[in-house]
């Protein structure tokens, strides 16, 4: 149950026909080292979990690729059955292989079979929403997504996906996607450094698909990261906080998944992301990814 006293930062938007909490969580940390195996702290990362939804949080980031398959099953173990509320956003498209690389895993066999492993691995008779990983560990590669999205665009017509999104993608890749089936998401990295997405944020703004950036503290030079930090004292907070609060006042359909395998973590980055960021600070962090 529910027993979150004030509202979280950013408030809640709609993901397809569902509704989630901008802020939400994301569960690749609660795996092992590498995100292979189990946690060293398999009650801590069942603790994390349960707070997450006691604060209110809504949207739970996830995928069967993380552990391979550990996150999805302690997602299950400390949460189901779940709250009408929860939403449970995953990926396939990537696997792990033994020296703990993601190599693509996007042939139609291959995504059956990944979304049939997070059904029973979650719990579930059908997945709230399903992204299709693309590139590879170095971002976006340019190419048809075609045959993929369309495989899962079928298991979405057999009822086992409710809503489809995508990862990793390029602006081409979001479009052949639209052109398919209807998109409710796209996961690509993005934070204050790290802006080549803006005007695709813009974009799907308009058509209200969110966006859901990974890394939102990645990435910085020394040089960008002293910015950052200079801003995070003049407001007496961390630079964790202050990328957050930036992700929610950059545009209204940001949806924030940031992930830790510590209660006290989560509720800092919970505070943190309300933090009030004025005019002239946003002009300052803006300057960063120029």
Same mark, same amino acid.
């Given at each position: 149950m529910?027993t979150?006293t004030?509202p979280?930062?950013g408030?809640?938007?709609p993901?397809? +026909?569902? &509704?989630?909490?901008?802020?939400?969580?994301?569960?690749?940390?609660?795996?092992?080292?590498?995100?292979?195996g189990p946690?060293?702290? #398999?009650?801590?990362?069942?603790?994390?979990?349960?707070? /997450?939804?006691e604060l209110?949080?809504?949207h739970?980031?996830?995928?069967?690729?993380y552990?391979?398959?550990?996150?999805n099953?302690?997602?299950r173990e400390?949460?189901?059955?779940?709250?009408?509320?929860?939403?449970?956003? &995953?990926?396939?498209?990537?696997?792990?292989?033994?020296?703990?690389g993601?190599?693509?895993?996007?042939e139609?066999?291959?995504?059956? #079979?990944?979304?049939?492993?997070n059904?029973? +691995?979650?719990?579930?008779?059908?997945?709230?929403?399903?992204n299709?990983?693309?590139?590879?560990? @170095?971002?976006?590669?340019?190419g048809s997504?075609?045959?993929?999205?369309?495989?899962?665009a079928?298991?979405?017509?057999?009822?086992?996906? #409710?809503h489809?999104?995508?990862?990793?993608? &390029?602006?081409? @890749?979001?479009a052949e996607?639209?052109?398919?089936?209807?998109?409710?998401?796209?996961?690509?990295?993005?934070?204050?450094?790290?802006?080549?997405?803006? /005007?695709?944020?813009?974009?799907?703004?308009?058509?209200d698909?969110?966006?859901?950036p990974?890394?939102?503290?990645g990435?910085f030079?020394?040089? @960008?990261?002293?910015a950052?930090?200079?801003?995070?004292?003049?407001?007496?907070s961390?630079?964790m906080?202050?990328?957050? /609060?930036w992700?929610?006042?950059?545009?209204?359909?940001?949806?924030?998944?940031?992930?830790?395998?510590s209660?006290?973590?989560?509720r800092?980055?919970?505070a943190?992301?309300?933090?009030?960021?004025?005019?002239e600070?946003?002009?300052?962090l803006d300057?960063?990814?120029?």
């Amino acid at each position: 149950m529910n027993t979150a006293t004030t509202p979280l930062p950013g408030g809640v938007r709609p993901l397809g +026909d569902l &509704t989630v909490t901008r802020f939400g969580y994301g569960a690749m940390q609660l795996a092992g080292p590498g995100v292979m195996g189990p946690p060293a702290d #398999r009650e801590g990362a069942l603790d994390v979990l349960r707070e /997450a939804v006691e604060l209110g949080i809504t949207h739970i980031d996830t995928a069967g690729a993380y552990g391979p398959r550990v996150t999805n099953r302690l997602i299950r173990e400390a949460l189901h059955p779940y709250p009408a509320s929860l939403r449970i956003v &995953t990926k396939v498209g990537a696997v792990r292989d033994a020296q703990g690389g993601w190599p693509p895993a996007r042939e139609p066999d291959e995504l059956r #079979r990944a979304v049939h492993e997070n059904l029973e +691995d979650l719990g579930v008779d059908v997945l709230d929403v399903v992204n299709l990983r693309l590139g590879d560990a @170095q971002g976006p590669r340019p190419g048809s997504l075609a045959k993929p999205f369309e495989t899962l665009a079928e298991l979405q017509r057999q009822g086992l996906i #409710r809503h489809l999104g995508v990862s990793n993608a &390029t602006a081409e @890749q979001v479009a052949e996607a639209r052109d398919i089936a209807p998109i409710v998401c796209v996961q690509n990295l993005y934070n204050l450094a790290h802006r080549h997405d803006d /005007a695709l944020i813009d974009d799907l703004a308009a058509e209200d698909i969110a966006y859901v950036p990974f890394f939102p503290l990645g990435g910085f030079t020394p040089l @960008q990261s002293a910015a950052l930090s200079a801003v995070a004292t003049r407001l007496r907070s961390t630079p964790m906080s202050v990328a957050l /609060a930036w992700l929610l006042q950059r545009s209204p359909n940001i949806l924030l998944i940031p992930g830790t395998s510590s209660v006290a973590h989560l509720r800092e980055n919970v505070a943190g992301a309300g933090l009030s960021l004025s005019p002239e600070d946003l002009a300052e962090l803006d300057a960063i990814g120029g």
